[in-house]
């Protein structure tokens, strides 16, 4: 659904995305997983057609990204809803934007936010920095784009709303059958969420299923006894011997992705 392939950015001399390619497929979860200035926002931008690659190129569904423009809703990371309306007319100032006649828009909005359980009458400043989040994306995916752009979707926010905005996109992925793609630097975020992970700091440094990411890097799988809370690590070809001789309830755990980024950014 979307290719880049042999993608560079600079400003100036300082490169921001170094031969960066990589490919997502329809309803994918993907998030583009680094550190601050790691060339995340750069990338996403190249993504929804706002800078243009120095080098290499981007397709979107086999077209260039200035004329997929209608396949995408983006959530820049600067974004801020308008305060002063309701989320309904937030969503639906945000749909009459982008074309939809007056009452399909505010029908399809207050659709949007009650199937999200956020209260279309409710004044956007009011609500919670979470609910806040959500009626951004809301009213992005109020003309039903395929693919949804989220850069540092929870950026700011305190635990409570971050999980909040997290089941969200979940739930959007889930029901509204989307291709998202996110970028973060919250390890957390990236392995509660995406399918996929690349690892950038302008250039990708790995990539793969969270899961696949930790099997390559662990040299031991961690086994510990339910009972008695006691840890064993065990190398990951001796594991099945381990696991057919423990005569105790146990529990086994790969390394946490934290581990492995620091890891993958220390090199
Ligand atoms: N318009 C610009 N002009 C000059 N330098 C820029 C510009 N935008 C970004 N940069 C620089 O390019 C590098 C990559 O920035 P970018 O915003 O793409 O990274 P990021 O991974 O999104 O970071 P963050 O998580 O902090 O938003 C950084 O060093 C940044 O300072």
């Known amino acids: 659904m ?71 809703g983006v959530v820049p990371q600067e974004a801020r ?19 939809l006649p007056k009452n399909e828009a505010k029908k399809r909005a207050i659709e949007l936010l009650e199937k999200f359980k956020i209260n279309p009458k409710a004044v956007v400043d009011d609500l ?35 999980r909040e905005v997290w089941e969200y996109i979940k739930e959007v992925k889930k029901e509204e059958k989307k291709t998202i793609i996110l970028t973060t630097h919250y390890l957390e975020e990236a392995e509660e969420l995406s399918d996929r992970v690349y690892f950038l700091n302008k250039k990708i440094l790995m990539e793969g299923k969270v899961n696949e990411i930790k099997e390559k890097f662990s040299e031991y799988y961690e086994v ?23 005569n105790f309830k146990f529990e086994v755990k790969l390394p946490s992705l934290e581990e492995i980024y620091t890891k993958v950014f220390e090199k």
């Open 2 to 72: 979307i290719e880049a392939k042999n993608v560079w950015k600079s400003y100036g001399k300082l490169i921001a995305n170094e031969d960066v390619s990589f490919r997502i497929d329809e309803g994918e979860l993907v998030t583009f997983l680094g550190p601050n200035g790691g060339g995340k926002t750069t990338l996403m931008r190249q993504i929804y057609g706002e800078l243009k690659p120095d080098k290499g190129e981007i397709r979107i569904l086999g077209v260039k990204p200035s004329k997929a423009l209608k396949y995408m």
């Open 81 to 99: 809803p308008l305060d002063s309306v309701t989320a309904e007319e937030h969503v639906t100032i945000l749909g009459r934007l982008k074309g």
């Open 224 to 246: 510990t006894n339910v009972e008695s809370g006691e840890k064993y690590y065990v190398k990951i070809h001796e594991i099945k011997d381990f696991i057919a001789k423990a």
């Open 128 to 162: 919670s920095g979470g609910n806040k989040r959500k009626t951004l994306i809301a009213s992005v995916l109020i003309t039903d784009p395929k693919i949804i752009i989220l850069d540092e979707p929870t950026v700011g926010l305190d635990p409570e709303s971050r």
